[in-house]
């Protein structure tokens, strides 16, 4: 397998390879682009978007700074929206519902490293899919953990760190998020 293979597959993998370095690479050249055009240019942006997530409802919105590591490794449905600084480490695949909500400074993550010290500076390391839900409402300076699942219907609140799943229709909020109301 390559380690790109391994990467998607949820297996330990070597992060400093040099095609997934040339993908990285790829990929901060088009965010650099999408975050450097001009506010009126809505058509451009939409354009990029499309060229750069794996896949896209129609109405798609992500205000400007956006960053991922991959952005093919992204998927979101109909009517999604993500506020400024949407940060998305995407070496597993990310896939969100129709009609997200994303507030400002959100963080997705599903790279995992090693707590030993030697084997995190081996550069290895391994990714779990994060999914999250139709009609979710993620408040602004979450962060959401690898391997998580988010229910549809969901409300995170603001600044939650959210490191298990979350069932369908609640609403979740703390370090860590924890449900504490259900609709």
């Given at each position: 397998m390559t380690e790109k293979e391994k990467m998607l597959a949820g297996i330990e993998y070597a992060a400093d390879d040099p095609d997934l370095l040339m993908d990285l690479n790829r990929?901060?050249?088009?965010?650099?682009?999408?975050?450097?055009?001009?506010?009126s240019r809505t058509k451009d942006r939409e354009t990029i978007l499309r060229g750069l997530l794996g896949r896209c409802g129609k109405e798609v919105h992500i205000n400007p700074p956006f960053y991922c590591d991959y952005g093919q490794h992204i998927e979101v449905g109909e009517g999604f929206f993500a506020n400024f600084n949407f940060t998305v480490l995407d070496e597993a695949m990310v896939r969100i519902g129709c009609n997200a909500f994303i507030g400002p400074n959100v963080s997705i993550y599903t790279a995992c490293h090693s707590t030993n010290v030697e084997e995190r500076n081996s550069r290895r390391e391994w990714a779990r899919e994060v999914t999250i839900g139709d009609n979710v409402w993620i408040g602004g300076s979450t962060t959401i953990c690898p391997g998580v699942k988010i229910g549809h219907g969901v409300t995170i609140g603001a600044g939650s760190v959210v490191v298990k799943d979350i069932p369908d229709n609640c609403v979740a909020v703390g370090n860590p998020a924890k449900v504490i109301k259900y609709l």
């Open positions: 990929t901060k050249d088009i965010i650099w682009e999408y975050n450097n055009l001009q506010p």
